[in-house]
């Protein structure tokens, strides 16, 4: 919890310049915050972060990784639960890209621990990958109705909501919580963490659910786990497996076949 409210505290700080200098943004701000759809957006993306949170304290990296990649899927099952046309190449395309992200983080997960925590912490990666659906979905059926529908305005109200509701949950459960931010190199992992964990991946969540469907937006994420990978062999010289890299090759094999719908089909 003090985590989260630490990411949502920084997002704030570091967004407010942009809607203090930007007027047309910032009444957009104000109208979308009186809004269900505002308020209900950045409830859903608060609990994702939230749910994700938990569910990384409790359970290994690689085994939550996995069960939040399920959101295509989940999507997928909806679409034919609720009878709405499925392309092949979109069942295709998210099959493939989580049969590649099983195989990534294969020769990571480990399932071991207690157990009653292990199966919490997947329960809250579940959770995540539930609510991470809900959000994009929720997001590309207001952008069709209201096309000024702003992801960034969207942005700042979860990250103002979410420390509004979260920070005063934190200094209650533990109140000493701020006096660690004086140590050496907090305030730098605080940036980093409110910067590039929070802000930089809402916005550019929200700006793929505006103009991209809920499948390919919520596989696209399945990219992240790539990424830190990546990362982790460039700056710690961590190995990188080949089971892996035949996962990443499928899961962006997937993304391509889902960024080229055949003609005529209705994502």
């Known amino acids: 919890m003090e985590v989260l409210a630490l990411r949502l505290v920084v997002a704030v700080l570091v967004t407010l310049p942009i809607l203090v200098i930007n007027q047309s943004l910032r009444i957009q701000f104000l109208r979308l915050i009186q809004t269900r759809i505002g308020l209900g957006?950045?409830?859903?993306?608060?609990?994702?972060?939230?749910?994700?949170?938990?569910?990384?304290?409790?359970?290994?990296?690689?085994?939550?990784?996995?069960?939040?990649?399920?959101?295509?899927?989940?999507?997928?099952?909806?679409?034919?639960?609720?009878?709405?046309?499925?392309?092949i190449r979109e069942g295709v395309g998210a099959f493939t890209a989580f049969f590649g992200l099983v195989l990534f983080v294969l020769p990571k997960l480990q399932g071991t621990g207690d157990r009653s925590t292990y199966l919490t912490g997947l329960f809250f990666a579940l959770l995540s990958a539930c609510v991470s659906l809900g959000y994009v979905s929720w997001f590309k059926h207001s952008a069709s109705q209201n096309s000024s529908l702003n992801p960034v305005a969207v942005a700042f109200t979860t990250f103002l909501l979410g420390s509004i509701v979260i920070a005063p949950i934190a200094v209650v459960s533990s109140p000493d919580w701020m006096s660690h931010l004086g140590t050496t190199n907090a305030g730098w992992i605080a940036l980093g963490l409110g910067t590039l964990s929070t802000v930089v991946p809402t916005l550019c969540y929200s700006y793929a659910a505006k103009h991209l469907s809920p499948i390919l937006t919520t596989t696209l994420n399945l990219l992240t786990p790539i990424f830190a990978a990546i990362v982790a062999v460039l700056l710690?010289?961590?190995?990188?497996?080949?089971?892996?890299?035949?996962?990443a090759v499928l899961i962006i094999t997937g993304i391509l076949l889902l960024s080229s719908p055949q003609p005529g089909t209705n994502r």
């Open 41 to 87: 957006l950045s409830s859903l993306m608060v609990f994702y972060y939230w749910f994700a949170v938990r569910a990384f304290q409790l359970a290994p990296v690689s085994d939550v990784v996995l069960i939040v990649g399920l959101s295509p899927l989940i999507g997928l099952a909806m679409k034919v639960v609720l009878r709405k046309p499925v392309a």
């Open 236 to 247: 710690l010289k961590e190995p990188f497996p080949l089971l892996s890299l035949m996962g």
